[in-house]
């Protein structure tokens, strides 16, 4: 299965981002504990603190890993609202316009997508 996988940097950024949420998440239970709130206030701050950790493991490690997990798939199967694959993708004749893989506008001449960075066939 091919696929496009996020850079290493957004990766980076969500996890920062997520320390963030955490740090907002014990401060928060902190202040609804501390304020006498009800306990859901305090729970929803727990859990708050709970998502925001398991993301932001999820994000370094994504950031750090040889084998990154993907976020979107790109694979031979056709799209169920399409009932016949396009003409461009069979007739070896035509020049591609869009990628076959991700559906990107192609330049003049380009031997690989700009987008996904799959080789197109030469033969097109």
């Keep these: 299965m091919r696929s496009i996988k996020p850079g290493r940097g957004p990766s980076f950024q969500n996890g920062i981002g997520n ?3 955490i740090a907002f998440g014990i401060l928060w239970t902190l202040l609804a504990t501390n304020s006498g709130a009800p306990i859901f206030f305090s729970l929803f701050g727990v859990l708050f603190i709970a998502m925001a950790a398991v993301n932001a493991i999820y994000h370094f490690r994504n950031a750090t890993k ?3 997990d993907s976020l979107f798939d790109i694979t031979d199967e056709m799209d169920p609202a399409h009932t016949e694959m396009p ?3 069979t007739n070896a004749q035509e020049v591609f316009h869009y ?3 991700c559906g990107t ?3 003049e001449g380009s031997s690989y997508c ?3 960075g799959r080789r197109l066939n030469q033969d097109h």
């Design 114 to 116: 700009q987008n996904c």
């Design 87 to 89: 003409s461009s993708w």
């Design 105 to 107: 506008k192609l330049m």
């Design 19 to 21: 320390l963030f949420a």
């Design 99 to 101: 990628c076959p893989y």
């Design 66 to 68: 040889k084998e990154r």
